[in-house]
T-cell receptor, first 107, second 114 residues
């Protein structure tokens, strides 16, 4: 069974800072998802990636399949980026979730 | 933009009662999922559903749980005899293809078992 660990668990930063959230997993996978959970509870898919890097606006996600590690970066962070960011690895027909990283961006 | 909807948003029930949580996935999606999140804990996979049958289920998804796609649009999760520990947020999700494709989540149903 895959163990998915995220770090840090909580992160507080000032507006404009560059943010990095890390995800590591124990068993080799083909791909993983990065998700955002809003303060109200809703979940939005940010990225699905299987290799290399993807960019969407100020968000960048990278994955190293050999090292079993992925990172999510936010450039020029803004208070509206405050949310829980969740890494989820794909295992057959299911997602195995990390515990999430709670990000707070102060103005 | 199409979205996944769930009803009700909040359900309160007595222990031992049956509950049905309803989801309307995005219309051209073929893969459907239920997840749950106990307060303060991580999201957990319950079940995936494709071609009118369960494709995978977790150890949480025991005989008390069942899923159905009764009419080609709704996707339901039934809990036959609720327990206190079933209190959680339940999320439905759908996707065009397999788990490697983007999944679109509904807003969730908060289930409270008293």
């Amino acid at each position: 069974k895959n163990e998915v660990e995220q770090s840090p668990q909580n992160l507080t930063a000032q507006e404009g800072e560059f943010i990095t959230i890390n995800c590591s997993y124990s068993v080799g996978i083909s791909a993983l998802h990065w998700l955002q959970q809003h303060p109200g509870g809703g979940i939005v898919s940010l990225f699905m990636l299987s290799s290399g890097k993807k960019k969407h606006g100020r968000l960048i996600a990278t994955i190293n399949i050999q090292e079993k590690h992925s990172s999510l970066h936010i450039t020029a962070s803004h208070p509206r980026d405050s949310a829980v960011y969740i890494c989820a690895v794909i295992e057959a027909q299911k997602l195995v979730f990390g515990q999430g990283t709670r990000l707070t961006i102060n103005p | 933009e199409p979205e996944v909807t769930q009803t009700p948003s909040h359900q309160v029930t007595q222990m031992g009662q049956e509950v049905i949580l309803r989801c309307v996935p995005i219309s051209n999606h073929l893969y459907f999922y239920w997840y749950r999140q106990i307060l303060g804990q991580k999201v957990e996979f319950l079940v995936s559903f494709y071609n009118n049958e369960i494709s995978e289920k977790s150890e949480i998804f025991d005989d008390q749980f069942s899923v159905e796609r009764p009419d080609g649009s709704n996707f339901t999760l039934k809990i036959r005899s609720t327990k206190l520990e079933d209190s959680a947020m339940y999320f439905c999700a759908s996707g065009r293809s397999s788990a490697t494709d983007t999944q679109y989540f509904g807003p969730g149903t908060r289930l409270t078992v008293l």
